[in-house]
C-alpha cells in the first residue's frame, strides 16, 4: 500500500511546533471547512515597529494534513514581517511538506487562510489595512 503522506507530514502531525494559544494576541483568524470539520485559529504577536511576527500559535482540530499544514505555516512565517507572510502561498506550503495528496490539498488553504485573517484583525485594530501588504 502507498503512503499517502510524506516523511515531513508525519513528523510535523507527530510533533506538531508552534500549537497552543498566545495570551493577548495582536491577531487571532479563525477559518473552518464545514465539509471535512476542520477548524484552526492562528494567534499572532507582531512587533508594532517592524511588524515582525514575534510569535505564531495555532489550535487545529482536524486531521493529519490540517495539522501538518498549520504547522508549517507558523514555521514559515515566524520571524518574517507582514508583508514578507502576506506572500506565502497555500502551494508553497504543500510543497515545503514534500506534497499532498490531491484530496488533502484543501487543508493547505486553511493555514494561509487563517493566517490571512489573524493579520487582517491586527490590522484592523490598528486602523490599517490588508491593501498595504499587497505589492
Not at 23 to 29: M, T
Not at 57 to 64: I, N, P, S, Y
Not at 95 to 115: R, T
Amino acid at each position: 500500500m502507498a503512503h499517502l503522506y510524506s516523511k515531513e507530514v508525519i513528523d510535523l502531525f507527530m510533533n506538531p511546533q508552534n500549537m497552543g494559544e498566545i495570551e493577548n494576541p495582536d491577531g487571532v483568524g479563525k477559518i473552518g471547512n464545514p465539509v471535512c470539520g476542520d477548524i484552526m485559529w492562528i494567534y499572532l504577536k507582531i512587533n508594532p515597529e517592524s511588524d515582525v511576527i514575534e510569535d505564531i500559535k495555532v489550535k487545529t482540530f482536524g486531521c493529519v494534513a490540517a495539522i501538518a499544514t498549520s504547522s508549517k505555516t507558523t514555521m514559515m512565517t515566524k520571524g518574517k514581517t507582514l508583508k514578507e507572510a502576506y506572500r506565502l502561498t497555500k502551494k508553497q506550503v504543500a510543497d515545503e511538506l514534500g506534497g499532498l495528496p490531491k484530496q488533502k490539498m484543501h487543508c493547505s488553504n486553511l493555514a494561509v487562510d487563517a493566517l490571512h485573517r489573524a493579520m487582517e484583525d491586527y490590522l484592523k485594530k490598528n486602523g490599517r489595512s490588508m491593501d498595504e501588504l499587497v505589492d
